[in-house]
């Protein structure tokens, strides 16, 4: 998962600690209880004084205008009507975008109000991407974990590209540990840093091989003793292969949650921490995958699709990017604009949605 945009970046640079789920699970305490949709009560309102009627103020045209993040979205109308949740159409989103700045948040939300907005957001992305999943093709867990450590500065396109020949020739951890160094540099060469990596994955295959029996551990305190596995990789591993949740803070999730002004803070321990205190645990994984999808496709690190943003009355940040819908829509980026995903083997509900399979290497 290479950071920053091309598409999915995906690759994080060598895996940079996450915050763990414990810490955040822990600060959830009343701030994680369920919270309507919407702003803050008429009650929080008054006490809050004039301060709280002007936020209050502020925040009712970007209801009534947002039709991107309101009931009239693309995809909630089709629901409504009974039809599948397809991707929705080209160009729907920035149609429906606002064309003006949206009043954001005030500087000076509580807690409760962050809260309220941070699940709102989340739940409008699960709208938008009802198909996100992790863009690594994989098919159990040695594979998954590889396959992350080969995403650390590349796409994950590149990866899916490479990984075929790599798992036909070295199925098991067994036979990766046992491998010849210089011939698996060989397959990897594409990804990039191809010699660490090469001895990442034969470095962790030979710690799965002597340590536990050929079989990728289901227990954080297990896989970040592997080679090349940090807290990153290794939520990514339990998130996708065993169902356990987990934050992945990768370039893009980073990136977002503070636009959205979820947190300030900059270290990845810290930040998991603080966004996991804003959602129930359950929902970590999925989270993790909608704020990297909209990262990748529409909120880009240097031309963030605004115009075409289905978030925006939600967004503090709204206007650092292309306001312009027409404009905005050209930035789209994967299925939203007309390509293929990352995946050669993508999930059913993608495919089901529009969205078309990535080309083997070598392709086109």
């Known amino acids: 998962m290479k950071k920053e945009p091309k598409g999915r970046a995906r690759g994080a640079a060598e895996d940079r ?27 929080e309102e008054a006490a809050a004084g004039p301060a709280g009627k002007k936020r209050a103020a502020a925040r009712k045209p970007a209801s009534a205008g947002g039709a991107a993040a309101g009931k009239s979205a693309p995809v909630r109308r089709a629901r409504a009507a009974g039809r599948s949740s397809a991707a929705p159409e080209e160009g729907a989103a ?7 700045t949206v009043a954001g948040p005030a500087g000076n939300e509580s807690r409760t109000a962050l809260v309220r907005r941070a699940r ?36 994950d ?21 046992a491998a ?31 340590e536990f029996g050929g079989e990728v551990p289901g227990r954080l305190e297990d896989l970040v003793k592997l080679p090349g596995v940090g807290r990153k990789t290794a939520f990514v591993v339990l998130g996708n292969a065993f169902g356990r949740p987990g934050i992945t803070v990768d370039t893009h999730f980073q990136r977002l949650v503070r636009r959205w002004r979820w947190t300030e803070e900059t270290d990845p321990d810290k930040i998991e921490a603080a966004v996991g205190a804003l959602f129930p645990k359950s929902d970590w994984t999925d ?23 289905p978030i ?29 995903g990352q995946r050669l083997k993508p999930p059913q509900a993608y495919l089901d949605a529009g969205g078309r399979p990535a080309p083997p290497l070598g392709a086109g």
């Open 17 to 43: 600690p996450a915050p763990t789920g414990e810490a955040a699970d822990a600060g959830a305490g009343s701030a994680g209880q369920a919270v309507p949709a919407g702003g803050t009560s008429s009650a």
């Open 180 to 210: 010849n160094p210089e011939e698996v540099e060989e397959i990897l060469r594409p990804t990039g840093f191809f010699r660490a990596k090469t001895r990442s994955v034969i470095g962790l295959s030979k710690v799965l091989a002597e």
């Open 94 to 100: 920035a149609q429906d975008a606002p064309a003006r």
């Open 287 to 309: 989270l993790s995958h909608h704020v990297i999808w909209h990262g990748r496709r529409i909120c880009h690190a240097r031309k963030p699709a605004c115009g075409a943003c």
């Open 312 to 340: 925006a009355p939600l967004c503090p940040a709204y206007g650092e990017g292309e306001t312009d819908p027409e404009k905005a829509k050209k930035l789209l980026k994967y299925e939203k604009g007309g390509l293929p």
């Open 120 to 155: 709102r957001i989340n739940r409008e992305l699960a709208e938008v991407y009802p198909y996100a999943h992790p863009e690594l093709d994989f098919e159990n867990p040695f594979q998954l974990v590889v396959a992350t450590v080969l995403s650390a500065q590349t796409t």
């Open 157 to 177: 396109l590149r990866v899916n590209q490479t990984t075929p020949a790599l798992f036909a020739k070295y199925p098991t951890p067994e036979d990766l540990a």
